[in-house]
């Protein structure tokens, strides 16, 4: 996933970073630096965080 699409499914999912960081299971703290990270291209999206994001995307966060 690039960036934006992080970006764009963290806010289709209407989801802080924050939010986002705790449905994947990453620390509070640095859960949501992560996100930061990915959202602006410093840091690679690890290959399980981009599947747990596209199912969420497709069959909600309730679904986890």
Request: hydrophobic share 40%; aromatic share 4%; proline share 5%.
């Amino acid at each position: 996933m690039t960036p934006d699409e992080i970006r764009e499914a963290r806010r289709q999912l209407g989801m802080s970073q924050a939010q986002l960081a705790d449905a994947l299971g990453l620390s509070p703290d640095n859960g949501r630096r992560a996100v930061g990270h990915w959202e602006d291209g410093s840091k690679a999206i690890s290959g399980p965080a981009v599947v747990a994001i596209r199912y969420m995307l497709k069959y909600g966060v309730d679904g986890l």
